[in-house]
């Protein structure tokens, strides 16, 4: 059937299963915008306020679902729009199509209206992208990006569509939708040296990522962990993928993870890593980074293998075939020493927190309390991250989301936009004063769809973090770090057309808390906290994690 390259583009998202996308109209995607208004039965388009929204969106429907999330934006400024986003999904391997007009082929190069060089501007932050000079290419095209974005490491694949490419007509045939691509199963020789690695160690530790998340990996590590009788810990984008209550869990590790976590991996003397990548978040300085444990590194991105940190044994496999068959080859194991020494950590974890006045650890467990098991967790970036990350009771998988490794201040309210409509059940954004600025005029697109959920405003009238920083290592000088802004969010969110509530303790915020997860639409939460307080465990930049902050009274006179 004939037809114009906005319809075959339609037709071709449909025919890959796509049944939602996010987006912002404009004059180069008007065709676009066209053909989608005829299958408005077939496809619901978000439209947001911002085309950062819109990609954050997409980024949160692709985390909360594990499909391929899709945005659309026009040429010039919109396009732009979408690089923050992008980046974020990029840094954090999210499988994501993102779709951009542009001026007609023969104005390309002129400086026209609203033109820009989208593909070379994304160039280091996609898997790939595209310019689709011709009708006859674009259907291929389409599904080959949706077939690099799930392949392997899933990342974000742009494609650029002129405005006369969209106009032109081509023969269009309808196929199967793609699938992607096999990784290589594990060779047996890396998997017997795996084993003998690990009948030399007494101290195992299994560290793993968001490749672990993506594969669905739990089960099979928690089996492997009880075959080798070792602890588990995980970096921030693992969150989620193991039950928080399991007894061999320790928790996320690193700069800001949970003090037993962090110790146990730099006295292990046996670490295996499974699609994680040893960021510098993780490992402090490197070289210093866990000296007395070889390293066996498993993960389908053979760059990752040896960038960060010298491994013993480095495996570009299917991790999940990797997993399973290293269960299957390895002895029963017995580290009785080794599992008292970090029950040992995890009661000194448990004592530097007992009894302690902190109210975000006390919100968060209000939070982990009060929702459903399978309630998206979604956070911006900042201090109310890493209290999430350490004190959330994660039951189910794919329930925390969050930006990791861009760091992307405002990706929240889109991601939890966007896992609300892929979930099809109520979200809960953790955010703060600082992250919530940067996207509260997304409040208009989750009131105009009445999207359940529920955002948590950490209020402590400060840049937490970076403050933080300054009070620890900068003598308390705090240089553009107050906020003091004098925006009423709950009159803002009734603005929008949400509903506000306020919450100073632990008793008010229990009881609004518990309201907001019964309404229908979006609620704000306005939580006023202290602005001293502190996230801790705290890693010195470019530490070691022997000399973990663990309390305040472990911070040195000049540095309070």
Request: proline share 3%; hydrophobic share 40%.
């Given at each position: 059937?004939?037809?114009?390259?906005?319809?075959?583009?339609?037709?071709?998202l449909i025919e890959q299963g796509v049944d939602t996308v996010f987006g912002f109209p404009g004059g180069m995607v008007v065709d676009i915008y066209d053909k989608l208004y005829d299958?408005?039965?077939?496809?619901?388009?978000?439209?947001?306020?911002?085309?950062?929204?819109?990609?954050?969106?997409?980024?949160?429907?692709?985390?909360?679902?594990?499909?391929?999330?899709?945005?659309?934006?026009?040429?010039?400024?919109?396009?732009?729009?979408?690089?923050?986003?992008i980046a974020t999904a990029y840094l954090d391997s999210i499988p994501l199509v993102a779709i951009t007009g542009n001026v007609s082929n023969a104005l390309i190069g002129r400086d026209?209206?609203?033109?820009?060089?989208?593909?070379?501007?994304?160039?280091?932050?996609?898997?790939?992208?595209?310019?689709?000079?011709?009708?006859?290419?674009?259907?291929?095209?389409?599904?080959?990006?949706?077939?690099?974005?799930?392949?392997?490491?899933?990342?974000?694949?742009?494609?650029?569509?002129?405005?006369?490419?969209?106009?032109?007509?081509?023969?269009?045939?309808?196929?199967?939708?793609?699938?992607?691509?096999?990784?290589?199963?594990?060779?047996?020789?890396?998997?017997?040296?795996?084993?003998?690695?690990?009948?030399?160690?007494?101290?195992?530790?299994?560290?793993?990522?968001?490749?672990?998340?993506?594969?669905?990996?739990?089960?099979?590590?928690?089996?492997?962990?009880?075959?080798?009788?070792?602890?588990?810990?995980?970096?921030?984008?693992?969150l989620s993928e193991i039950p928080t209550d399991s007894p061999r869990f320790l928790g996320m590790q690193g700069m800001h993870g949970r003090y037993a976590s962090s110790v146990a991996?730099?006295?292990?003397?046996?670490?295996?890593?499974?699609?994680?990548?040893?960021?510098?978040?993780?490992?402090?300085?490197?070289?210093?980074?866990?000296?007395?444990?070889?390293?066996?590194?498993?993960?389908?991105?053979?760059?990752?293998?040896?960038?960060?940190?010298?491994?013993?044994?480095?495996?570009?496999?299917?991790?999940?075939?990797?997993?399973?068959?290293?269960?299957?080859?390895?002895?029963?194991?017995?580290?009785?020493?080794?599992?008292?020494?970090?029950?040992?950590?995890?009661?000194?974890?448990?004592?530097?927190?007992?009894?302690?006045?902190?109210?975000?650890?006390?919100?968060?467990?209000?939070?982990?309390?009060?929702?459903?098991?399978?309630?998206?967790?979604?956070?911006?970036?900042?201090?109310?991250?890493?209290?999430?990350?350490?004190?959330?009771?994660?039951?189910?998988?794919?329930?925390?989301?969050?930006?990791?490794?861009?760091?992307?201040?405002?990706?929240?309210?889109?991601?939890?936009?966007?896992?609300?409509?892929?979930?099809?059940?109520?979200?809960?954004?953790?955010?703060?004063?600082?992250?919530?600025?940067?996207?509260?005029?997304?409040?208009?697109?989750?009131?105009?769809?009445?999207?359940?959920?529920?955002?948590?405003?950490?209020?402590?009238?400060?840049?937490?973090?970076?403050?933080?920083?300054?009070?620890?290592?900068?003598?308390?000088?705090?240089?553009?770090?107050?906020?003091?802004?004098?925006?009423?969010?709950?009159?803002?969110?009734?603005?929008?057309?949400?509903?506000?509530?306020?919450?100073?303790?632990?008793?008010?915020?229990?009881?609004?808390?518990?309201?907001?997860?019964?309404?229908?639409?979006?609620?704000?939460?306005?939580?006023?906290?202290?602005?001293?307080?502190?996230?801790?465990?705290?890693?010195?930049?470019?530490?070691?994690?022997?000399?973990?902050?663990?309390?305040?009274?472990?911070?040195?006179?000049?540095?309070?």
């Amino acid at each position: 059937m004939k037809m114009n390259g906005a319809q075959i583009l339609v037709e071709t998202l449909i025919e890959q299963g796509v049944d939602t996308v996010f987006g912002f109209p404009g004059g180069m995607v008007v065709d676009i915008y066209d053909k989608l208004y005829d299958k408005q039965d077939k496809i619901k388009h978000i439209l947001t306020a911002h085309e950062e929204g819109a990609v954050h969106s997409a980024d949160g429907y692709a985390r909360a679902t594990g499909r391929t999330g899709v945005v659309i934006a026009t040429s010039g400024p919109g396009a732009t729009n979408l690089v923050t986003g992008i980046a974020t999904a990029y840094l954090d391997s999210i499988p994501l199509v993102a779709i951009t007009g542009n001026v007609s082929n023969a104005l390309i190069g002129r400086d026209s209206f609203q033109e820009i060089d989208i593909t070379g501007i994304t160039l280091p932050i996609t898997k790939h992208n595209f310019f689709v000079h011709k009708v006859q290419n674009l259907a291929d095209v389409v599904r080959k990006a949706f077939e690099l974005a799930q392949s392997g490491r899933p990342g974000p694949v742009l494609i650029d569509i002129p405005k006369d490419v969209q106009e032109a007509v081509f023969e269009f045939k309808k196929t199967e939708k793609t699938e992607p691509k096999e990784l290589p199963l594990c060779d047996e020789s890396d998997i017997q040296k795996a084993v003998q690695l690990i009948k030399e160690s007494k101290r195992p530790y299994i560290y793993f990522g968001g490749g672990a998340v993506r594969t669905s990996l739990g089960e099979e590590i928690l089996k492997l962990a009880d075959k080798l009788d070792a602890v588990i810990g995980c970096s921030m984008m693992g969150l989620s993928e193991i039950p928080t209550d399991s007894p061999r869990f320790l928790g996320m590790q690193g700069m800001h993870g949970r003090y037993a976590s962090s110790v146990a991996l730099a006295k292990a003397d046996l670490i295996i890593a499974i699609g994680a990548r040893f960021s510098d978040r993780a490992t402090g300085r490197t070289e210093k980074f866990a000296r007395s444990a070889a390293k066996i590194h498993v993960d389908c991105d053979r760059a990752e293998i040896g960038k960060n940190v010298a491994v013993d044994l480095g495996i570009c496999c299917d991790i999940k075939d990797f997993t399973k068959r290293l269960t299957e080859a390895s002895g029963q194991r017995k580290n009785t020493e080794w599992i008292k020494r970090v029950e040992d950590l995890k009661k000194k974890e448990t004592d530097a927190y007992e009894g302690l006045p902190f109210l975000p650890r006390d919100a968060i467990s209000v939070i982990s309390d009060v929702v459903k098991p399978d309630t998206r967790i979604i956070t911006d970036v900042g201090q109310h991250q890493c209290w999430a990350a350490q004190f959330m009771n994660f039951k189910n998988k794919r329930t925390w989301i969050t930006s990791g490794g861009l760091g992307t201040m405002g990706f929240g309210l889109g991601a939890a936009i966007g896992s609300a409509i892929g979930s099809g059940s109520r979200s809960v954004l953790i955010t703060g004063d600082g992250s919530f600025g940067m996207s509260l005029n997304e409040l208009a697109t989750a009131v105009t769809y009445n999207v359940p959920v529920t955002i948590v405003i950490f209020n402590n009238n400060a840049l937490g973090m970076v403050r933080q920083w300054q009070k620890v290592f900068f003598d308390g000088r705090y240089s553009n770090t107050t906020l003091d802004r004098k925006t009423d969010f709950i009159k803002l969110a009734q603005a929008f057309g949400a509903k506000g509530y306020r919450a100073s303790d632990k008793e008010s915020f229990e009881e609004v808390f518990k309201k907001a997860s019964k309404a229908k639409g979006p609620v704000v939460i306005d939580l006023a906290i202290k602005s001293d307080s502190l996230v801790l465990p705290m890693l010195k930049p470019n530490g070691t994690f022997d000399n973990l902050i663990l309390r305040r009274e472990d911070i040195s006179d000049g540095e309070r």
